[in-house]
């Protein structure tokens, strides 16, 4: 009897573990590499076919083949196009044929799994189940349609064509797929796992390897000071915001220590969310030093914790340089001068500066979605912010000038040379000549070369990181709004000729108007450069003073124009202070480097700093000792 229970409990399992497993099974097959591929592959079929749209392409059938033709006819449930005429067969409309076809297969393989197998509410699945059937019905209807209007073929072709990718667009929008929306799995998390063990997370440890598949909203795991947290549930409660999914799957230290108050860092965040450690983990930078906790208890005193991230000028400051955006805007469009054209891209660069680049670092506002809406602004100027946040927040100010780590020296070289860490070439030598004349095109790289960016993300140190569907989606929608609104409507309106000057003068000067601050502030002959070799348990605070460098702060109209970009130190040490506050706290980061001894930059203008930047660029650019050395030998 006891036997037979225990069989028949096993065998109550394994049939009701059958459907979970099939289902998997079956996303598992949805998802596979090959499938998407192939989808592509169609994809760009129907795009290539566009640009055929001549008919008379026709050749002779056998009866057999009309045979066959006449058999599709009557089972295909749609209404449908006569792709034949007698004996001959339209090459163009098969092709045309085979477009409806496959993009009908595409939705409803596509996209009818998502309904019935993802874990959302059900008036979302009835909503997406109604649109696609709408959608497999319009697409043939239209063609019919199109039709009894007397339309052209090849027009009829266009119209549907662009009906199929426009629709397929809005289905990947609204229906972008991550981690949460799979059926609940029964097994328990690892914080689940953690609090049921007697033992909690000390006999727990995790490669690299196994973090960083955790970098998602529903499976967020972050590393701070070699711990690792599962943080999943906590996120939506964090009173700073989502910026904790940029850094999922990564070490996080840099931002727990420099955006939270002095007492709570050294607190550590609470042991509940804790999992477990990191194999052999290795922090490139120190924490023990004296300098940084003494410079933040000295900050914190000053600024109360409430005004680090409020000051009603900034309110002031935002409402003006938007008006001033949208007039220019007006202006560039209307117009649409060469003057309207360096207007326009000068103020473009200050809703960068001054909104964007505070709002994405969670600083514009105490209110959270302040912060998100002031940063993403930089959408407006044809940008991700959710990639930007990745790439610059932990990307560049978690391990500024660190060769190996910053993300700014991916994105200049081969064409630059700012780190004696990577390799000489032979057009280094004139880069002094040519380095701003490549700032000029740099929001071309800003716009497109994010695509880029998605393969390296965030997860510091291990570079790997997770994107939603939704979001390069969203990228690729604002990128195609971008170049339609700035760029095709002002063609349509004045005329390609006249419109490509314009608009290249716009992107050089928009590329100039904010590129020159980031690169006086880190890229001078007076900033420290770290990598691998050298890096030997550095205290973290120190690098952000020695690896930056301030300019312009006694004159006030540099923090208006530069976002309070001029105080560099100050920023990269609090990133999380609202740049109004920065000139508040100068003196006590001066001071106290002082008193540690460290090197604070500072270049009493703009024009000098810029001369540090063609410098390093010349010396950079020429042969060094070494190399010279090797020629002889």
């Known amino acids: ?53 001549r008919e008379g392409n026709q050749i002779e059938t056998s009866e057999f083949w ?11 449930p749609f209404p449908t196009t006569h ?31 998502k309904i019935f197998v993802w874990k959302k509410p059900v008036w979302w699945k009835f909503l997406n189940a109604l649109l696609i059937t709408s959608i497999v019905i319009m697409i043939p209807m239209s063609i019919v349609g199109f039709q009894n209007l007397g339309m052209p073929y090849s027009q009829i072709k266009l119209k549907v064509m662009s009906l199929c990718l426009s629709l397929l667009l809005f289905i990947e929008i609204v229906t972008g797929r991550d981690a949460s929306d799979l059926p609940e799995e029964s097994t328990l998390t690892e914080l689940e796992k953690v609090r049921r063990n007697p033992n909690g997370y000390r006999d727990n440890y995790y490669t690299w390897e196994e973090i960083i598949e955790h970098d998602r909203r529903s499976d967020c795991w972050v590393v701070i000071h070699g711990k690792v947290y599962e943080l999943t549930d906590f996120v939506p409660r964090h009173p700073g915001g989502e910026i904790i999914y ?41 924490w023990d030093g004296e300098f940084y906790d003494t410079l933040k208890e000295r900050v914190e005193a000053a600024i109360p914790h409430k005004l680090r991230r409020y000051d009603p000028r900034m309110y002031i400051k935002t409402a003006c340089v938007l008006v001033l955006w949208v007039l220019g805007a007006y202006y560039y469009f209307a117009y649409n001068t060469y003057m309207s054209a360096i207007v326009f891209g000068l103020i473009s660069g200050q809703i960068g500066v001054n909104i964007m680049h505070d709002g994405n670092h969670m ?41 190996e780590l910053d993300r700014a020296f991916d994105t200049t070289f081969p064409l630059l040379r700012f780190h004696k860490g990577l390799p ?72 390609y000729t006249h419109m490509y000057s314009v ?49 312009g702060t006694g004159l006030w109209y540099w923090c208006i124009l530069s976002g309070g970009l001029n105080f560099q130190i100050e920023h990269h040490l609090f990133p999380g202070y609202i740049h109004t506050r920065l000139p508040e706290i100068q003196h006590i980061v001066k001071d106290t480097c002082k008193e540690f001894g460290l090197k604070y930059t500072h270049f009493p203008d703009f024009w000098t700093a810029i001369k540090s930047n063609i410098q390093l660029l010349y010396d950079l650019g020429q042969e060094e000792p070494e190399e010279e050395h090797l020629k002889k030998e």
């Open 1 to 53: 009897m006891d036997i037979g229970s225990k069989d028949s409990k096993k065998s109550c399992i394994r049939s009701h573990a059958t459907p979970r497993s099939v289902i998997k099974s079956l996303m598992d097959i949805h998802n596979h590499e090959y499938l998407r591929n192939i989808f592509r592959v169609l994809l760009s079929f129907h795009i290539i076919v566009l640009f055929f749209t």
């Open 66 to 76: 009309q045979g066959v033709l006449i058999w599709c006819y009557k089972i295909w």
């Open 83 to 113: 792709i034949s005429t007698g004996t001959q067969i339209d090459l163009v409309r098969v092709a045309t044929k085979i477009i409806e076809i496959t993009v009908i297969l595409f939705y409803t393989f596509d996209v009818l799994p």
């Open 246 to 286: 940029d850094g999922a799957g990564g070490d996080c230290t840099p931002m727990w220590e420099s955006y939270h108050p002095l007492k709570l860092a050294k607190s550590r965040p609470p042991e509940k969310y804790c999992i477990g450690y990191v194999r052999d983990y290795n922090d490139f930078y120190s």
């Open 363 to 403: 600083a514009y506002s105490n209110i959270k979605w302040f912060n998100t809406i002031s940063g993403a602004s930089l959408e407006l100027l044809g940008t991700s912010c959710v990639i930007y946040k990745r790439s610059h927040d932990f990307g560049h100010h978690g391990c500024v000038n660190h060769l």
């Open 424 to 495: 000489r070439l032979s057009y280094h030598k004139w880069q002094w000549i040519y380095g701003p004349i490549v700032y000029s095109f740099v929001n071309f790289g800003d716009m497109f070369g994010q695509y880029d960016e998605i393969s390296w993300l965030s997860n510091y140190p291990v570079r790997r990181g997770f994107i939603s569907i939704k979001a390069l989606t969203s990228r690729t929608c604002v990128a195609i709004a971008w170049i339609f609104l700035y760029f095709l409507l002002p063609v349509y309106i004045h005329g």
């Open 503 to 551: 608009w290249l003068l716009f992107m050089m000067v928009f590329g100039h108007s904010y590129i020159w601050f980031f690169a006086v502030n880190h890229w001078t002959t007076e900033a420290g450069m770290t990598d691998f070799m050298n890096i030997s348990q550095t205290n973290w605070g120190i690098l952000q003073v020695e690896n930056s460098c301030n300019f």
